[in-house]
Structures are given as structure tokens and as C-alpha cells.
């Protein structure tokens, strides 16, 4: 039984690790020695929805939605946790905390997501009082989550407690915007980067300028960069330690970002594959029978990452993650055959809203519907791979097998979640807080 440390990069677009733009050793290293796969997608186009189907092989609006994990919705952890592994997770997402269950099947949950513990020392502190007291350290605060290098000291800390196998995830945050400039945290460019952040992923995106345009994929290159080195030093002390030859370790981004491709930064659009286009390495230990490296050009879905990981660790399902299961174990495409499947589906519900976007996307054919205007869209790959000219009027009978399709996902949401209980979730002010940083209010 080999270890499995899963890291998940907020934001990594598939681009930020095959272009030229961007200097990244720890990730080039890693795919000359893993399986790199070069057309992977996610099912998700923002945390949540991503999140959801990663950690639980479902589609993200199946079973109640992808805000609030229901109490009997099977996830990876739990998966790993019954096989006889310890289980782990560290990170300073707010869209994946224990307020919304995500928390399922973990031994150790480690969140940074409030200033204050609301469960700790001042859990009887009057609510005025820890509003103000965390608004107070956000402000004081030079990044809205926790940076990788003090993210991985944990890590590092936690492996070395931790008797093998063990089951290890965290959620790198400093790709997602604001922007810093590579691990620059003085507050100068804390206040710069949030203010240009906001407008150009929340009120103004058609209002950056073009020296704007090119300040925020600078910054964002050089996140990147500082989170390939971070990941490199964290490789190698655990390399140091022994703790890596028999470890699994995947690297996958959870969804891209846009840069004005299609009229917005950010990650709220439509699931053009700027959004859902995402880096997946996986390196297998060395004594394992899979031949390393390996490229994978199939068109792979992140929904597969998790019976991929518990296939290897021969690993014993759940009836109730057997009966929700919708991703498939990668290694038989590894090993040279064909998926099973031909169509990757992304989906969202809207924040706040209670409309949905949906994309379905096939080699040749990228089918996007938006629930709001009830609009939809066609975009034929093979001559317009940048998904900039609708041509939904010029095959309308691929626009109605879709929409079939379209109809088809509607009814299985429906039928999947008619009988789940998912509570209104009034978030900590705290959290609130968080996500306005990140550009989700």
C-alpha cells in the first residue's frame, strides 16, 4: 500500500505548465518521470463544482449540488480511510470547509480559513466583536489564504506524525487571483493586487486597460513560478526524509482562469477551455508496473482521478460510492486503451442564482448553454480551437443532439437529488469575508 499525496492547485490553467511563458522546473521535472496527461478536464469551472466531483467521482449537480456535501454522499477519503489509511487535509479554501461537509472522512482537517476560531477561545465572544476582529486581521493579513511555503511546513510536519499508508490533500490558493507577484506579500502590492483583482474578475473587466491586462498575467506567471518552487523544495525534503519513493503524487489544477479570451478574467464565464482545460500529472513509485513517463493524449476527465488513485491502491468501494460512482479508473488508458466515454461534461450552479451553466464537450464539438439567458452555443474544434466563432445556426442538428443530451443531464439532476436535505448554509462572517477577497462577491 503505497501513500497518496494529492495537490490540488487552485486556478492552473493546462497552459501555465506547457508554455514557454512560464518557467517551471518542479512541474517539467515531474512530467519527464510521471504520466503527464495533455487533455484532461475538469467537471467543475470554479472550486466548488470542481471540488465536489474530484472528491467524490460524482458529477458536481448530482445529489443535492456541488455548495454542500449531503451526510450520505461517499468521498474519497472515506474510501481511503475504510482501507486502512491514515487521512489528511490542509488548506485555506473557503469553498471546501467543514462548514460544508467537506470535511467527510478525514482524520485530520486543518482549515485556515477564519482569523478566529469560532470553536476555540472565543466561541462565546459576541458576534459584533468577531466581525470586527476579522475584518481587522484580513486587513492586517498579506494574502487571503495561506502561501504554499507555510501550507507545505504543515504538510511536512503532519507526514512525519503520520504512520504509512497515509491519504494527504491540500489546495495550493496563491495561483487564484489576487494576483501577487510571486510571493512579494508586502502590503503594497496586497491592496494593488486586490484592487485591480476585483475589477477585472467583479465590476469592471471591460474596463482593464491593456498595461492592466498585462500587470495581471505577469502576476499570475509569477505565482505560478513561486508555486513551482515551493512544490520543488517541498518534494525534495520529503525526498530528503525517505518519505517520497513510495509515494503517489498527484498534481491537477482544479480549474483554469481567463484572461479577456472571452470578455472576462477570472473564472466565471462560460466552460470555455481556458476554464476547463487543466494540468493532471500523476507519478507512480518506482516499483509500480506502469511505465513512467508516459504521455496520455486521450481526452480524460479530473472526475477519474479518484478511481484511478483507489484502483492502484486496490482498494475496497463502498456499495454506496459503487452506486454514485460516474468517474473510471485511468489506468487501462494509461496502459494504451480507449476511455469508455467520448463526451467531458462541465457544469456549475451560480452562486447565489439559481441558474446553470453546462458545457459538453467532444473532440470535434464544444456544445456551452447558460441558463440565465437560456442561450446556447456551438463551437466545432477542429477549425476554431480558441471557441471564438458560434456555429450553432450552421449545424442545427449537432445543436439538437445536445440539447437532447442537454435535457437528459436536467432530468438525471432531478431525479438524483429529489429526496436530499442540503441546508441553507449562513456562512461566518469570517468566510464571508475570504470569499469577497477572492473576487466570489
Request: overall charge negative.
Amino acid at each position: 500500500m503505497t501513500n497518496v499525496l494529492f495537490l490540488v492547485v487552485d486556478s492552473l490553467r493546462y497552459d501555465a505548465v506547457t508554455g514557454d511563458e512560464f518557467d517551471t522546473p518542479t512541474l517539467d521535472a515531474l512530467t519527464e518521470n510521471a504520466v503527464s496527461f495533455s487533455r484532461c478536464f475538469a467537471q467543475g469551472i470554479s472550486t466548488a463544482p470542481s471540488m465536489t466531483s474530484m472528491l467524490t467521482g460524482r458529477y458536481p449537480l448530482d445529489y443535492g449540488g456541488h455548495w454542500y456535501l449531503e451526510k450520505s454522499q461517499p468521498t474519497m477519503a472515506e474510501q481511503f480511510q475504510r482501507n486502512g489509511y491514515t487521512t489528511g487535509a490542509i488548506h485555506s479554501n473557503p469553498n471546501v470547509s467543514r462548514l460544508r461537509n467537506f470535511d467527510r472522512g478525514f482524520d485530520t482537517f486543518e482549515e485556515n480559513i477564519l482569523p478566529y476560531d469560532p470553536d476555540g477561545l472565543v466561541n462565546n465572544a459576541p458576534d459584533s466583536l468577531l466581525r470586527y476582529a476579522n475584518k481587522a486581521a484580513r486587513i492586517l493579513r498579506r494574502t487571503p489564504y495561506l502561501p504554499a511555503e507555510k501550507v507545505n511546513r504543515s504538510l511536512t510536519e503532519w507526514i512525519s506524525s503520520t504512520d504509512a499508508p497515509w491519504f494527504l490533500w491540500t489546495q495550493y490558493m496563491d495561483v487564484h487571483g489576487p494576483y501577487l507577484p510571486g510571493g512579494d506579500f508586502g502590503y503594497r502590492n496586497k491592496f494593488r493586487a486586490e484592487r485591480l483583482w476585483r475589477k477585472a474578475a467583479v465590476n469592471a473587466p471591460g474596463e482593464v486597460t491593456p498595461g492592466e491586462h498585462d500587470e495581471l498575467r505577469m502576476n499570475y506567471c509569477k505565482e505560478v513560478e513561486y508555486l513551482d518552487r515551493e512544490i520543488g523544495n517541498f518534494l525534495d525534503a520529503l525526498d530528503e526524509r525517505d518519505e517520497l519513493e513510495d509515494t503517489t503524487v498527484v498534481i491537477v489544477g482544479d480549474h483554469g482562469d481567463e484572461f479577456d479570451e472571452h470578455g472576462l478574467y477570472g473564472h466565471k464565464n462560460l466552460p470555455y477551455d481556458e476554464l476547463t482545460r487543466v494540468p493532471l500529472l500523476i507519478r507512480f513509485p518506482d516499483s509500480a508496473s506502469i511505465d513512467q513517463p508516459t504521455t496520455v493524449d486521450s481526452m480524460v476527465r479530473t472526475i477519474d482521478i479518484l478511481p484511478t488513485l483507489l484502483d492502484f491502491a486496490d482498494a475496497d468501494y463502498s456499495a454506496k460510492m459503487v452506486e454514485r460512482l460516474e468517474g473510471e479508473s485511468l489506468l487501462p488508458v494509461i496502459s494504451g486503451e480507449s476511455p469508455t466515454y467520448n463526451t467531458v461534461v462541465t457544469e456549475k450552479e451560480v452562486r447565489g442564482e439559481d441558474y446553470l451553466r453546462i458545457g459538453f464537450r467532444t473532440s470535434r464539438w464544444k456544445y456551452l448553454y447558460d441558463g440565465k439567458t437560456d442561450n446556447q452555443y456551438l463551437y466545432d474544434l477542429a477549425d476554431d480551437p480558441k471557441e471564438t466563432k458560434d456555429v450553432a445556426d450552421r449545424h442545427p442538428e449537432t445543436v439538437d443532439r445536445f440539447r437532447e443530451r442537454l435535457h437528459e443531464r436536467f432530468e438525471r439532476i432531478k431525479e438524483t437529488s429529489e429526496n436530499v436535505e442540503v441546508p441553507d448554509i449562513d456562512d461566518n462572517e469570517g468566510v464571508e469575508a475570504r470569499l469577497k477577497a477572492l473576487g466570489y462577491k
